[in-house]
T-cell receptor
Framework: KAGVTQTPRYLIKTRGQQVTLSCSPI?????VSWYQQTPGQGLQFLFE???????NKGNFPGRFSGRQFSNSRSEMNVSTLELGDSALYLC???????????FGPGTRLTVL | QKEVEQNSGPLSVPEGAIASLNCTYS??????FFWYRQYSGKSPELIMF????GDKEDGRFTAQLNKASQYVSLLIRDSQPSDSATYLC???????????FGTGTKLQVIP
């Protein structure tokens, strides 16, 4: 089976811009979670989607949003980018009846 | 109080030794426990998961869970330089994918 894919792998944006990141889960996995990873904060949970519904949300401002499509692919959007949004954004997919998460390679976002 | 705590390390062990990585968690209702390995510049890779009290072995890796003490550990036997990485402990507090990660322990295996 193909693993989790994320696009793009690298992004450079400037403050105030917005960005959309994409994640395709492992075939058959219906749950997709998003995380932000920074050296200082570690892995921080953003949100989780299952069957196009957001089931869990972390403590991030409303500038961070996401959605999931009927084919389980997911996107996350960050509006009005700030310097502090520079991070590795990771997507993880999970089989429906188990809890193990499988991570994609991540998208490295740099905000200038 | 952090929900999942790990010693940041680095933990240095000689090649061939046993590396012992520890993690404590605060939510007594936690159901599932995971260990991920993350090499520098890469994404986390699941290496072990455990749901019941006791030990679970997979090759050179053993996960140990003690729910009464709210403690989960990972033992790596016959440590190799290729095991040098950051090890993340993750805990599912129940209900869908509410997973909390520790900040990780950096392991260095010295040849």
């Amino acid at each position: 089976k193909a693993g989790v894919t994320q696009t793009p792998r690298y992004l450079i944006k400037t403050r105030g811009q917005q960005v959309t990141l994409s994640c395709s889960p492992i075939s058959g996995h219906r749950s997709v979670s998003w995380y932000q990873q920074t050296p200082g904060q570690g892995l921080q949970f953003l949100f989780e989607y299952f069957s196009e519904t957001q089931r869990n949300k972390g403590n991030f401002p409303g500038r961070f949003s996401g959605r999931q499509f009927s084919n389980s692919r997911s996107e996350m959007n960050v509006s009005t980018l700030e310097l502090g949004d520079s991070a590795l954004y990771l997507c993880a997919s999970t089989p429906a009846v188990r809890n193990e998460q499988f991570f994609g390679p991540g998208t490295r976002l740099t905000v200038l | 109080q952090k929900e999942v705590e790990q010693n940041s390390g680095p933990l240095s062990v000689p090649e061939g030794a046993i590396a012992s990585l520890n993690c404590t968690y605060s939510d007594r209702g936690s159901q599932s426990f995971f260990w991920y390995r993350q090499y520098s510049g890469k994404s986390p890779e699941l290496i072990m998961f455990i749901y019941s009290n006791g030990d679970k072995e997979d090759g050179r890796f053993t996960a140990q869970l003690n729910k009464a003490s709210q403690y989960v550990s990972l033992l790596i036997r016959d440590s190799q330089p290729s095991d040098s990485a950051t090890y993340l402990c993750a805990v599912n507090s129940g209900g869908y994918q509410k997973v909390t990660f520790g900040t990780g322990t950096k392991l260095q295996v010295i040849p």
